[in-house]
């Protein structure tokens, strides 16, 4: 692989997307342009020329006059031909051209028409817009207000100071800078003032302070409403003499002072600290470290590093550090493999550098197919070109996976979102050369793994690299003129006589692998002004010819990878280079070449060890492979022993054959082994390392602590400490004691020989001297670091009547809400003996102690409760005798009150032999480690009573001869842990289970499955069976009926299945006289065991009439009878189906319907060899209740089936219609009438017996005068009568099937409401209209025949308020009413038309009009008048005979 990295101004190439390229590639690709379009040009100059060589201009012309005159002649005969078709096609086009001129001004008037109303409605809009922007600035329109005023600062001379300032208000402000009340202008003094304004903040930068100006600047916010400032000092400070305010040759003079230098002395401590970190791909992580700086100041802090291996982290999309606040941090945006590491935090100031490192390991994210690879890691890109870039990666772990089989290499270009896959076939190393780039374009690539079961996810993106030759820069010249300027040109400009170039030169392979072979050379020197272009021949050795191979693309690059080369035989590669002149000559011929890896797969890793380092890693070393070139580093796996289940350890591959593997269980033994990773793959696993069990490395134990005076005679001073934290993987051996006197610097040990107690009398003190004291552990490996040393004891006799303070709090079994605080008693009880103790306890950072226990605590031990999880406590402990409360202990250490994840509590049980025992399982323990019984607390000594027996990571506490004296709380912790330990409370219910299990156990019986049991059988045969767990064939039984033995026979069949333990007896007819109790007995051996059943009084009554169904049923299923009984359901369209399940027919049985007793028909006979019959009830309602029959019937008997369809079942069906009508009900609609607003949910079925309400507001509706409820098959209703306000909002039609209940809702408010409400008083109104009209009630007959002479009197009755106006019309004309014609109204109701002596001429249509100011109507009556003597005539009405509506 070429070890080219790439060129500097690649790394800091600016990438743009397609559309937008760098000024000086867009100028090179247009010159090209302009060069081939000139070519081209030229090229067609050049042809047109060599034409015109054949024939003169002159003779061309006589050529072409002869031949117009030969097409002349046959035009002419032609147009003859032609002449009368002239005419007729002139008029179809007149015709034509007119018809689309009128189609043409028609779409020209639609257009205009168009375009003017789209102005029109452009020019309402904006005007409506303006006025609202104008009613919104209105409101929001507010003078300007400084949010974040100036800040004086203080600089040294040459730094840059920025000032910022914030600013709200509306419009927005416009800010103005002032020095010294002088308006500041950046055009005054160009480079010294530089303003920016963004998002309200406005920043004043002074580059390259000086000494003048220091001054007072003012910030003036300015706007319509009104104006505000703020001012700030700047002061600049100059140096004096040696005085230097930064590093000499550390800064530029042209550069400010960096912000992040810090040359300030710092003491740093870390105070919290990121751990060995686990996450996975994908996710958000943040290592934090909190910071204690000393000094703290605003403007100067030390500087944060961040590293990852030893490599610099800087500000990326992927990782975000910072600095502040106490503390320093590093953000992954998205995690990925790439991001694993030893991560190192530097801080760094004059003093020097404190760090801290920790590892974090990034697993894979789960795979998209289920056994697919992890994704790789570490993309780079190398030897990039024109066209051409080398991308290399890292391959993944495969740990549980199938290997890898090869790799997929995505391009992206910059600026879009298209992944292009370069490779068609899986690539098997771990590079690959990407061909056919675009030139001067940005490209990222990523690459996926595949392995037999899929293809895994995309590693992470690489950076973006240019597609540039870098030669290009080296052909650059730069000449530097006087002051700032510089002329640049091309060394090309230079070579302007060179045509055809030059052959390429040192043609040699760069890359060799299996699949392909990279050639690299030099370009041709001198090389011309014209753009180059490659061209690669190959010959295979000894065939003598040559074979060009990019024939279709011409290569921009001094590189190409050749592929598709016969594996194993050599080949020889010659380049040409070419422009728009021509070709080169060929280019030496290379040596012989291969197709083959330059490096093979390395080989498995030597020997591997591994050794203890903490509770939870171990290190793991192992010898480097025999050939360790090119390798990306290592991968280990572990596995728990025994279950040869392999984890990873890690995800990157390392470098070093060192690795401190993490996140094992403590206790636990594993083996590692380990392989190597290179380009080309991975080799063989390793040797399994020897098993180790995951503890901590023998270490000296850490620091006693706790220090405490217990008491003091003025002579002589007791102390008491606590255990050392860690004792370091070994037995604390003893404590050595070192003393001083106050004022005095050096310490004198107290002991020369070790102390094994934790508490010791120190003599030969000076009475009322002060002391301090410290204490060191020591094991097998050493002395310790001594104790941080005591507070200054004053050597002072106690003589207080009241006890002095206990001493020694310790902690078990902490849990989530509780904890168990233990202590020692005090050393000086005082005047009297203690008789108890106070617990009191508070938050870590809380100032007010509580106290735990309202009565003195007798025990030296108290279950402290009620406590929050996850918060920190501190406690102390108060004895008590008779003179008071005595000396508190000292404050304990803070103990956070939460449950450790896998706590283990105690087990009880009793073991093969019954020996009842406790248990407690500990995988934290050391080689240190003590399991620690107790008893109420107090460690048990009684070893007649008990005996502890400890295997491994777990002990047993057995009771010897267990009775009611071993009730009580049992305690066991472990020593050199953190903190584990756990208690069991040995009540009288546990005792007596375990006595019961020790007791079977040592007296063994027949364990049973199942007790003596009944069955009934089908044919009313009751089987008595009962089931042991296993019985040998030895087993021996018998059963006992009412103290009687009975044998197998007829009457009672008795059989053992000694595979199954099931013993059994049917009895096959069961009668009144088999009352009794039924008894087992088996014995197997020693062990024995029976079971008894009783069958008495109703127990007895119950089986007899279930074998004497069983028995009945038997005989009803030998004819047609019913499968499953009648039943029901509710279908999809509201019907009721009751239906049932046949069985044992044929064709002659008959199957019939009843209801209350009387036959029901149906439409067709059922198929009984369908199996089901059902009968459908189309819509249910009360009128359907009563009890349904079903009977079936043939020669050999006959069945019945009943269901009443009543009470809970007609309940029942109701629901169900609600159910399938709820799913189906439609969305509120609004329907008005005269009387209210009615509100309609459609569905397909509804009864008022459903379960459907109405609510408004979320409140309930009861029918009233107001609300009127109600519905029809298809809808419910409710109306609003009269409506008001009050009426108005939501709405909501529910109806509730049993179990879910179906809402339907509707906002009757806004415009809804109005235009209801409109549509409501419209309708009233015309009610109010139709009720009041001038009607006819009734009198008037559609035909009325009389005869001549005699006086016809027409009379009706007339309606209307107010009384309406009566007009009778004769065929359609108003009548004239004199003598012969009379008219009446009486009462304002009663109209009548009397015609007297009515003759011929009176025959017609006469009509009433009855009319007042809301309308009226118009009844027609037919008159016909006959002579005498003749026949009646038959007369038929005129119209219709109906009333006509007439308006107002």
């Not at 008893?935 to 005996?947: I, N, P, Q």
């Not at 400890?950 to 472990?974: C, H, N, R």
């Not at 939501?1290 to 509730?1296: D, V």
Request: net charge negative; aromatic share 10%.
């Amino acid at each position: 692989m070429s070890s080219k990295r790439v060129p500097f101004y690649q790394r800091r190439h600016k990438h743009f997307d397609q559309s937008y390229r760098n000024i000086e590639t867009r100028y090179l690709v247009q010159e090209y342009a302009a060069r081939r379009a000139a070519s081209r040009q030229a090229a067609t100059y050049q042809t047109s020329s060599s034409l015109g060589k054949t024939t003169c201009r002159l003779c061309a012309k006589r050529f072409h006059t002869s031949s117009e005159e030969a097409s002349l002649d046959y035009q002419a005969k032609s147009l003859e031909q032609k002449s009368h078709h002239a005419s007729e096609e002139k008029r179809i086009r007149f015709v034509s051209d007119l018809a689309s001129l009128h189609e043409e001004i028609h779409s020209a008037r639609l257009l205009a028409r168009q375009q003017l109303d789209k102005v029109a409605i452009q020019r309402m809009v904006e005007e409506k817009m303006a006025l609202e922007r104008y009613a919104v600035e209105e409101t929001i329109s507010r003078a300007p207000e400084i949010l974040v005023r100036l800040r004086s600062h203080t600089v040294w001379e040459k730094m840059a100071v920025r000032l910022y300032v914030t600013v709200q208000g509306f419009p927005r402000p416009v800010v103005q800078w002032y020095k010294n009340e002088e308006l500041i202008t950046p055009a005054s003094e160009p480079g010294k003032y530089h303003i920016e304004s963004k998002y309200g903040v406005h920043v004043l930068e002074i580059n390259r302070a000086h000494y003048d100006d220091t001054a007072t600047y003012t910030a003036v916010a300015t706007n319509v409403h009104g104006q505000a400032s703020t001012n700030a000092a700047v002061i600049v400070r100059r140096y004096r003499g040696d005085e230097e305010p930064y590093p000499a040759g550390i800064l530029y003079g042209h550069l400010p002072l960096p912000l992040d230098m810090c040359f300030t002395h710092f003491d740093v401590q870390f105070l919290e600290r990121f751990g060995v970190t686990f996450g996975v791909e994908g996710d958000t992580l943040t290592l934090r470290c909190g910071l204690l700086v000393t000094p703290e100041l605003t403007r100067l802090r030390p500087r944060a590093e961040w590293y990852r291996d030893d490599v610099l982290i800087k500000e990326s999309k992927w990782t975000k550090p910072f600095f502040g606040e106490g503390q320093a941090a590093l953000s992954f945006t998205h995690l990925n493999k790439d991001d694993e590491g030893l991560y190192t935090l530097r801080i760094i100031s004059k003093g020097g550098v404190n760090e801290y490192s920790a590892y974090l390991f990034v697993r894979d994210a789960e795979a998209v197919v289920m056994g697919a690879p992890g994704a790789p890691m570490d993309v780079k890109c190398h030897d990039a070109n024109r066209d051409y870039v080398i991308v290399t990666w890292k391959p993944p772990n495969t740990t549980h996976e199938a290997p890898v089989i090869g790799y997929f290499v995505d391009r992206c270009e910059v600026g879009t979102d298209n992944w292009v896959q370069c490779n068609d076939a899986p690539v098997k190393i771990c590079k690959y050369p990407v061909t056919g780039l675009f030139e001067g374009r940005s490209y990222t690539f990523r690459v996926r793994a595949v392995n037999q079961a899929g293809i895994s996810r995309p590693s992470r993106n690489s950076e973006a690299v240019a597609a540039l030759d870098p030669v290009d820069l080296e052909r650059l010249q730069t000449i530097h003129l006087e002051g700032d300027k510089k002329i640049v040109i091309y060394q090309d400009d230079l070579e302007g006589d060179v045509k055809i170039p030059g052959p390429p030169t040192n043609v040699h392979a760069s890359e060799t692998s299996k699949t392909y072979v990279v050639l690299s050379w030099d370009p041709p020197v001198p090389r011309g002004k014209e753009p180059l272009s490659y061209f690669i021949e190959k010959s295979m050795v000894g065939s003598g010819s040559w074979q060009r191979v990019n024939a279709q693309v011409a290569v921009r690059s001094p590189r190409y990878a050749v592929f598709d080369l016969a594996e194993g035989k050599p080949y020889v590669f010659r380049v040409l280079s070419a422009n728009k002149h021509g070709i080169s000559d060929p280019s030496e011929i290379t040596p012989p070449i291969q197709a083959q890896e330059s490096i093979v797969v390395p080989s498995a890793p030597g020997r591997v060890v591994a050794a203890r380092n903490t509770r939870t890693s171990v290190i793991v070393q192992w010898d480097k492979p025999k050939h360790e070139e090119d390798l990306f580093g290592y991968y280990i796996d572990c596995s728990v022993v025994g279950s040869n289940h392999w984890e990873p350890c890690n995800h990157k591959p390392v470098k070093h054959n060192r690795f401190a593997v993490h996140g094992l269980a403590t206790g636990e033994k594993y083996v590692f082994r380990v392989k190597a990773a290179n380009a080309v793959g991975m080799s063989e696993n390793s040797q399994e390392s020897d098993p180790i069990s995951v503890q901590a490395a023998l270490t000296c134990p850490s620091y006693p602590y706790g220090l405490t005076l217990l008491n003091c005679d003025g002579h002589t001073m007791t102390i008491g400490w606590k255990l050392p934290r860690f004792s370091g993987g070994s037995n604390i051996l003893g404590y050595y004691i070192d003393k001083r006197e106050a004022h005095h610097h050096n310490w004198h040990e107290v002991n020369s020989s070790l102390i094994k107690e934790r508490i010791y009398t120190v003599e030969d003190l000076t009475e009322n001297a002060y002391y301090q004291f410290k204490i060191a552990a020591a094991n097998i490996a050493g002395i310790g670091q001594p104790s941080d040393p005591s507070e200054h004891f004053k050597c002072e006799a106690w003589t207080m009547p009241e006890p002095g303070p206990p001493y020694d709090l310790t902690f078990c079994e902490v849990r989530n809400t509780s904890l168990v605080i233990l202590w020692k008693a005090p050393v000086y009880i005082g005047s009297s003996p203690v008789t108890g103790y106070f617990v009191d306890y508070k938050e870590e950072e809380g100032e007010e102690w509580l106290t735990f226990n309202e009565k003195p605590e007798c025990h030296r031990y108290l279950k402290v409760t009620e406590l929050h999880e996850g918060k920190t406590y501190v406690f102390r402990v108060r004895p008590v005798n008779n003179a008071g409360i005595g000396r508190p202990s000292d404050v304990s250490e803070a103990v956070l009150v939460q449950a450790k994840p896998g706590t283990k509590e105690i087990t009880s049980g009793v073991d093969e032999e019954g020996s009842i025992y406790l248990a407690f399982d500990c995988k934290e323990m050391s080689d240190a480690s003590q399991f620690s019984w107790s008893k109420f607390y107090d460690e048990l000594e009684d070893s007649d009573r008990f005996r502890i027996e400890t295997i491994g990571d777990q002990s047993k506490l057995y009771f010897k001869k267990p009775d009611k004296e071993d009730l009580g709380t049992y305690a066991v912790a472990v020593s050199d842990t953190e903190g584990v330990s756990s208690s069991f409370i040995m009540d009288e219910e546990e005792l007596e289970r375990l006595m019961t299990l020790s007791h079977e156990i040592r007296n063994p019986t027949i364990p049973l499955k199942s007790e003596l049991a009944y069955e009934i059988l089908d044919r009313g045969q009751v089987r008595f069976w009962l089931q042991a767990e296993s019985i040998s064939s030895d087993a021996t039984y018998r059963f006992v009926i009412n103290d009687t033995e009975v044998a197998d026979g007829e009457t009672h069949k008795i059989k053992c299945d000694r595979s199954t333990g099931i013993i059994e007896m049917v009895m096959d007819r069961f009668t009144i006289e088999n009352e009794g109790t039924y008894t087992v007995q088996l014995q197997d051996g020693k062990a024995k065991n029976q079971s008894s059943l009783v069958l008495i009084g109703d127990a007895f009554k119950d089986v007899l009439a279930e074998a004497e169904f069983m028995r009945k049923e038997f005989l009803r299923k030998q004819g047609p009878h019913f499968e499953e009984y009648l039943n029901w359901e509710v279908s999809e369209e509201c019907e009721v189906l009751l239906f049932c399940k046949v069985a044992n027919t044929k064709k002659e049985s008959i199957f019939r319907w009843f209801k209350d007793g009387a036959s029901l028909d149906v439409e067709e006979l059922p198929d009984l060899q369908k199996g089901v019959v059902c009968f459908t009830i189309p819509r249910l309602s009360k009128k359907e209740q009563g009890e349904y029959k079903a009977t079936l019937s043939d020669d050999r008997g006959q069945d019945i089936s009943a269901l009443d369809v009543s009470g809970k079942v007609y309940d029942d069906m109701i629901l169900g219609l609600a159910r399938v009508s709820g799913k189906s009900a439609s969305e509120l609609k609004i329907h008005c009438t005269p009387e209210g607003i009615r509100l309609q949910c459609f569905m397909k079925y509804y009864t008022e017996e459903m379960k459907g309400s109405w609510l408004h507001r979320e409140s309930k509706i009861s029918s009233s005068e107001k609300m009127r409820i109600g519905g029809s098959e298809e809808v419910a209703w409710m109306q609003i009568c009269e409506p008001t306000e009050k009426d108005k909002g939501h709405y909501t039609f529910e109806l509730f099937d049993g179990k879910q209940s179906y809402k339907r809702t509707i906002d009757l408010s806004g415009q809804a409401y109005d235009d209801a409400y409109a549509e409501f008083q419209r309708l009233k109104a015309a009610a109010f209209a139709e009720k009041n009209r001038g009607k006819v009630i009734g009198g008037l007959p559609d035909v009325v025949t009389i005869m001549e002479g005699k006086t016809l009197n027409m009379t009706c009755t007339v309606f209307g308020n107010p009384d309406p106006e009566v007009v009778w019309f004769k065929n359609d004309k108003e009548l004239e009413l004199n003598d012969h014609y009379v008219v009446k109204v009486e009462q304002g109701k009663y109209a009548s038309l009397a015609i007297k002596g009515v003759a011929s001429e009176d025959s017609g249509k006469y009509s009433i009009n009855v009319k007042n100011k809301y309308g009226g109507e118009m009844v027609d009556v037919t008159v016909s008048v006959y002579k005498h003597g003749e026949e009646l005539p038959d007369v038929k009405p005129g119209g219709s005979g109906k009333a006509r509506p007439v308006a107002p």
